[in-house]
């Protein structure tokens, strides 16, 4: 059979590998969990070009159904932190319920320009603004975070009265092209898929910014990269490396926006052919922070609080890794 790309990778970055790294690598594995979306791309490259084990690390990328699913198993102690995409709202709410669990690594900021979020429709569908979805079957990501996003980015257009139905985000493009759904708030490569199977158009991107942050350039930091501070204090020394590694997959992801993109295939619902067409968020380190996104960052939190989904305020800044 004819090895395929994953295939070329992992054996490229297998033979890269120094003895020492090695018999790192032997140690038990790093277990990281992530939601399928495009802002992944840190961990998938991080695995795949070898990053991870170059530093000595046997980093397994773990695929859950939901953001909600890691935040459990991060809480669980059956992995050791998430990957940037995974909802900030649901690692919040597992730091509400068991404080001290984990250090935001790196968060990943999107907007209308850093495109993530969006309300996609199916292709020949007369609607033609979010505003016209008065009445209508919503879907959205599972979990509470796009859930609540996806009502509050509808009332902003005055629309009260949709219906908003969870679904999980591969079923998105399915859903929409079936006629079961009106539209979608959901999260890239989605709207990419879509439109490229000829079955969907977006409607509008960047909406969480727009509407709950209240500026289409405002950054809307709705995944984060952690790990669990058990993590921190059992094995300092391997989390450490794991943050540097981490840092340097995120780093080539900047350099390497297209290439980087071939790395969608295999843990998202879009493959290597397509992958070329998929935006990108931005990715934001833990030592890059500015005031204003700590601001906008809280500011996110600040609307759950006050949506009393998060059942008390929730500082940002303390949840932030310092090396």
Same mark, same amino acid.
């Given at each position: 059979m004819t090895p395929t790309r994953r295939d070329v990778l992992l054996a490229g970055a297998a033979l890269a590998?120094?003895? *020492?790294s090695k018999v790192r690598a032997a140690?038990?594995?790093?277990?990281?969990?992530?939601?399928?979306?495009?802002?992944g791309l840190p961990l998938f490259v991080g695995v795949e070009r070898g990053i991870f084990r170059e530093a000595?690390?046997?980093?397994?990328?773990?695929?859950?159904?939901?953001a909600q699913q890691v935040a459990e198993a991060m809480t669980a102690g059956r992995i050791q932190g998430s990957a940037n995409g995974t909802a900030s709202a649901a690692l919040a709410l597992a730091e509400?319920?068991?404080?001290?669990?984990?250090?935001?690594?790196?968060?990943?900021?999107?907007?209308?320009?850093?495109?993530?979020?969006?309300?996609?429709?199916g292709k020949d569908s007369p609607?033609?603004?979010?505003?016209?979805? *008065?009445?209508?079957?919503?879907?959205s990501g599972p979990g509470i975070q796009n859930v609540t996003l996806a009502k509050i980015v509808l009332e902003k257009n005055g629309v009260t009265n949709a219906k908003v139905i969870e679904l999980p985000i591969g079923q998105h493009v399915a859903a929409l092209a079936a006629g079961q759904l009106d539209a979608v708030y959901t999260l890239e490569p989605t709207g990419t898929a879509g439109r490229l199977k000829g079955l969907t158009r977006v409607l509008e991107t960047g909406v969480i910014a727009s509407y709950a942050l209240g500026h289409p350039?405002?950054?809307?930091?709705?995944?984060?990269?952690?790990?669990?501070?058990?993590?921190?204090?059992?094995?300092?020394?391997?989390?450490?490396r794991y943050v540097a590694a981490y840092a340097k997959a995120v780093d080539w992801v900047r350099k390497n926006p297209d290439?980087?993109?071939?790395h969608l295939d295999g843990f998202t619902a879009i493959d290597e052919a397509l992958a070329k067409e998929v935006p990108l968020s931005g990715f934001t380190l833990y030592n890059e922070f500015t005031a204003s996104d700590i601001?906008?960052?809280?500011?996110?939190?600040?609307?759950? *609080?006050?949506?009393?989904?998060?059942?008390?305020?929730?500082?940002?800044?303390p949840l932030l890794y310092t090396a």
């Open positions: 590998a120094s003895a *020492a140690e038990e594995p790093i277990k990281i969990g992530f939601w399928p979306v495009a802002s000595g690390l046997n980093v397994e990328a773990t695929k859950f159904a939901s509400i319920a068991s404080p001290g669990l984990f250090k935001i690594i790196c968060a990943n900021p999107s907007n209308h320009k850093l495109v993530l979020d969006e309300f996609v429709v609607i033609k603004k979010i505003g016209e979805l *008065a009445g209508k079957t919503v879907g350039d405002a950054p809307w930091f709705g995944g984060s990269a952690s790990v669990t501070t058990a993590f921190m204090k059992e094995k300092p020394e391997q989390m450490k290439e980087s993109r071939t601001d906008y960052f809280q500011k996110f939190f600040d609307v759950f *609080a006050e949506r009393k989904i998060f059942p008390r305020t929730l500082a940002v800044k």
